[in-house]
């Protein structure tokens, strides 16, 4: 009995012991974000450095700019489920008509973990408006 009872206690206090230890680091992911413009109707101008910013839950923002040459940019983040949006505009005043380009595009549910590959794509719309002047 008292054999039993040391056996428990022994159990017990060991399962305490490791109950307790935990690690409190917050393993930090990458998020690749592509951006893919959709095909207009218009010669669209290249958009070099763009604008992308990322949302958590909690409404954190993180943002950063697009690599001109592969249209990605890169986050490291905690895990978690994010939004990722664009908004940017550009004048084209090189020809006899000014042109003003609208880039828009939004990502949602974009679940971020450390198993998984975390690369999304987002597509981009462009639209366009003439500018008087």
Known sequence: MNI???????????LMLTACSFDESLEL??????????KASFEQPAAAS?????RDTHGQV??????????????????GIYEASTSSQYTDSTQAT???YMFNG???????????LNQVEMSVRVSRKRVVH
């Open 98 to 100: 000014w042109w003003r």
């Open 4 to 14: 039993l009872r040391a056996l428990f206690s022994a159990l017990f206090s060991g």
């Open 29 to 38: 992911c990458r998020l690749s974000v592509l951006l893919t413009y959709e």
């Open 50 to 54: 763009v604008l992308v910013e990322l």
């Open 106 to 116: 939004t990502k949602s549910l974009i679940i971020v973990s450390p198993d998984s």
């Open 62 to 79: 993180f943002a950063d700019s697009t690599d001109a040459a592969t249209r990605t940019v890169s986050f490291l983040v905690p895990p």
